[in-house]
């Protein structure tokens, strides 16, 4: 199912570079039932309509030493399999990752570079027998009917600088949500690693009320805190926290406080969380466990109906793209991956997680997807 998009060849060869495993590139394990809750979980895949708000399904080299030679190549792998494999029926594609050979900072990826793979991730989507572009609920429900994953181009964040019309633009090539910003200041709001944090700025209350009138989702979870209240406050359309956890069991820079979520979801927003390794647990062998401990706080403190999936994991070794490509630490990250929930190819793992913690069907459906779709429709036009 995995293919390239063909573009122009460059000094550097795709060949030149081994491809990480979409399946099976290192053991991670399938949570335990017993034989009543195998029985839920086998009609539970089959109905539910699996949608997770922030995935990177982007294939990344097996050795990540040379990844900015591996993405001068232009020619780009996108996770098929692995999405089909893990039981998906839509995921996000987060398109960021093509931008960061002309980048020294993810805040700062030119808009010509985040379009350009957008076009390229579309253009691959298009070649495939079982994989359909999709744009709101509606669609994601006719992709599942019709037995094809669907794959729905978003943003790790708006790079437009300020040109209000590139929000049209994104519109047009099938983008309908976006966070605003990444990890600093840009001219709509500032990001959650500013040092004295402010709000959204003018022009960001332009961009918020845009995104309302065009249906493309408000991603706030890079904002600083005062950029999240005051998009909660301009926004005409619930928002959306699409990979992030509770600061309360897990309290660093990348998590949420109580009073942001209960904000969110006060008005029909949706939180979903993260399963990015060493992002929830400091153990050096983390599982699944540590992700779904966030999805019961959620549940209690914001209601089921406001929780949905946004694991932010991508296809190869998220560990080393953190150390190369965003500069962390190896002795800041102690897991080298996260044993359950290893990538896309690990999505039905989640039903079971939440089968095991005791939440009913009905409510692993709503959190799975259908909390999802209900967002999209309110939002996405």
Not at 14 to 22: A, R
Request: negative net charge.
């Amino acid at each position: 199912l995995s293919s390239q998009a063909h573009c122009e060849e460059t000094m550097t060869s795709i060949s030149e570079f081994l491809m990480s495993k979409e399946i099976g590139r290192v053991p991670s394990s399938t949570v335990p039932l017993n034989a009543e809750e195998e029985t839920r979980f086998a009609g539970l895949a089959e109905e539910a309509v699996m949608i997770d708000v922030h995935q990177h399904p982007f294939v990344l080299p097996e050795v990540m030493d040379r990844f900015v030679d591996f993405l001068r190549t232009n020619r780009y792998h996108w996770g098929f399999e692995a999405v089909q494999y893990g039981g998906w029926s839509t995921v996000t594609t987060s398109n960021v990752f093509g931008a960061l050979q002309n980048a020294t900072e993810m805040s700062f990826v030119e808009y010509e570079d985040v379009a350009a793979e957008v076009g390229m991730m579309l253009a691959d989507v298009s070649a495939q027998e079982n994989v359909v572009r999709v744009g709101n609920a509606d669609e994601i429900l006719a992709a599942k009917q019709a037995g094809k994953v669907g794959f729905m181009p978003t943003l790790e964040h708006l790079p437009i600088g300020h040109k209000l019309e590139r929000l049209d633009q994104l519109h047009s090539m099938g983008v309908r949500l976006a966070g605003i910003t990444y990890n600093r200041k840009n001219y709509i709001g500032d990001g959650m690693y500013e040092r004295n944090p402010g709000g959204l700025s003018e022009f960001g209350i332009e961009v918020i009320h845009r995104m309302n009138d065009i249906g493309m989702a408000i991603d706030l979870s890079h904002a600083s805190t005062p950029t999240v209240m005051d998009a909660i406050e301009f926004s005409k359309a619930p928002v959306v926290f699409s990979h992030n956890a509770a600061y309360t069991l897990r309290p660093t820079v990348r998590t949420r406080k109580d009073d942001e979520l209960k904000a969110c979801a006060a008005k029909g927003g949706l939180v979903c969380i993260t399963a990015v390794p060493n992002a929830l647990s400091d153990d050096p062998e983390q599982d699944i466990e540590c992700v779904l401990d966030h999805y019961d706080y959620m549940v209690n403190l914001i209601g089921v109906d406001h929780v949905g999936i946004g694991t932010d994991t991508v296809i190869g070794d998220h560990m080393m793209f953190q150390h190369y490509m965003l500069g962390r630490s190896l002795d800041d990250m102690p897991a080298p991956y996260l044993n359950g929930l290893e990538s896309p190819a690990d999505g039905k793992n989640i039903i079971r997680g939440l089968i095991r913690r005791g939440h009913s069907d009905t409510d692993v459906k709503k959190i799975v997807g259908g909390n999802a779709l209900g967002f999209f429709r309110r939002v996405m036009k």
